[in-house]
């Protein structure tokens, strides 16, 4: 059973309607997007980010049609963004299952991404609401930013990196799009401002947490679980959280040694857990997560305590806790 099922069970009959909106938008009459779409669409993801858009709602007054396309339209661009980062990524298998680029190829994915982008796009506008349109142009082009910066990085970025661009990069990447769902949530159901900003000031800090944490399970999460091997990310030379504290754990020349080799193959990885497992590497990125799961909590701490306020605090404590 997923945990967050009994989290959002507030919002149940609109997370209902969000699935039935996504299997809408992949009906299509081309036969190979078709194909592409049903394969996304609506998916099985832990709809964190459309529930959050759906929860920020519920502090004023709710517009069910217009947060419930919102939310729609979050999940897909986060949808198309999975797509892109596959293919970027080369990775074969997302939870278990191939990836849209094993079964269609490249070039169709990536159009299938872009179609979707335009699709979350055209839901996005369709709320008429100028203030969440910009948000969401702007969110696409920092997520796009933040790829960019992680794809150009140098080969030897794992002794560089530091965590002010680390956390810029999850910004970027996760962050933005938990932000766009709060806040999205929380205009079109007429907030104040200072509900919007508190719920913008959660999402961001939520969603830091969330990508820590995502980050931690790539090097302790069960693999059966996760559906991919332990150090994907090392795999793609892709430096983390926990790599930045081991590297200032233990002596340079040691962390130097451990990358050494032609492709970072599975020596690398081997190396580079051993270490860890002998470090507070994994602990001290715990710590990080559940202090930013604790400063998102406090920004909710001037809105009202109701059924929507109980469940964001709740999922705070979730996505520091869970294993996948």
Request: net charge negative.
């Amino acid at each position: 059973m997923n945990p967050t099922s009994t989290i959002f069970e507030i919002i149940q009959p609109e997370l209902q309607r969000v699935d039935e909106v996504l299997a809408e938008a992949a009906k299509t009459d081309h036969w190979l997007l078709g194909v592409a779409l049903s394969h996304l669409l609506p998916g099985k993801g832990k709809r964190i980010r459309p529930s959050l858009a759906l929860l920020a709602g519920k502090f004023h007054n709710f517009d069910d049609e217009k947060i419930v396309t919102i939310a729609a339209a979050v999940e897909m661009l986060h949808t198309a963004s999975l797509v892109h980062d596959d293919v970027v990524d080369g990775a074969e298998e997302r939870r278990g299952a191939p990836t849209l680029f094993t079964r269609v190829g490249n070039a169709v994915a990536v159009l299938a991404g872009d179609y979707l982008f335009a699709k979350s796009a055209a839901y996005a506008a369709s709320t008429n609401n100028l203030d969440v349109i910009a948000r969401f142009a702007d969110t696409v082009m920092t997520m796009c930013q933040g790829q960019i910066d992680e794809a150009n990085r140098a080969p030897d970025v794992h002794l560089s990196l530091t965590r002010e661009s680390y956390f810029r990069t999850i910004y970027s990447k996760t962050a933005s799009l938990f932000v766009l769902a709060c806040e999205s949530g929380a205009i079109l159901s007429g907030a104040p401002q200072s509900t919007v900003d508190a719920l913008r000031d959660y999402g961001r800090d939520l969603g830091l947490a969330f990508q820590v944490i995502d980050d931690i399970l790539d090097f302790v999460g069960d693999e059966q679980v996760l559906g991919k091997p332990v150090g994907s990310d090392l795999r793609h030379g892709v430096v983390t959280l926990p790599l930045i504290y081991l590297r200032e754990e233990v002596p340079l020349a040691t962390f130097r040694a451990a990358f050494e080799s032609d492709d970072h193959g599975e020596d690398v990885v081997a190396r580079v857990l051993d270490l860890l497992h002998q470090s507070n590497a994994i602990e001290r990125s715990y710590e990080e997560a559940r202090r930013l799961a604790t400063r998102a909590m406090e920004h909710l701490d001037g809105l009202p305590s109701n059924g929507p306020h109980e469940a964001l605090r709740e999922l705070a404590r979730y996505v520091v806790e869970r294993t996948w």
